[in-house]
């Protein structure tokens, strides 16, 4: 079973950076499609970036252009590089696993870390 640990999490202001990372359990993970989501308080839980093991990248209207995700299979991680924060991307950040390919819909993942914090504020 695949098991994910994000870290990278924090506080940050308006305009700022900031890079997440997940790291996987197994040796086989570039066999699997990883995704991003987000979750802020009161708000359901929503896409942000996802890459398949072919290294395919989709991304959301709101990550378009200011996130990047990519990953390391070499060292079973993944990443999501965060730029131009704003203060609604304040949520917390979660990965996502599954068989080959990446997914917008979170109903798809059966594997999932426990959530880094992001929060965005002046």
């Known amino acids: 079973q695949l098991q994910l640990v994000e870290s990278g999490g924090g506080l940050a202001q308006p305009g700022d950076s900031l890079s997440l990372t997940c790291t996987a359990s197994e040796n086989t993970f570039l066999n699997y499609g990883m995704g991003w989501f987000r979750q802020a308080p009161g708000k359901e839980r929503e896409f942000v970036a996802a890459i398949g093991s072919d290294f395919t990248t989709q991304y959301s209207d709101s990550g378009k252009g200011r996130f990047t995700i990519s990953r390391d299979n070499r060292k079973n991680q993944l990443y999501l590089q965060m730029n131009s924060l704003k203060p609604v991307d304040t949520a917390a950040y979660y990965c996502?696993?599954?068989?080959?390919?990446?997914?917008?819909?979170?109903?798809?993942?059966?594997?999932w870390g426990q959530g880094t914090q992001v929060t965005v504020s002046s």
């Open positions: 996502a696993g599954r068989a080959w390919f990446g997914s917008r819909s979170s109903s798809e993942y059966p594997y």
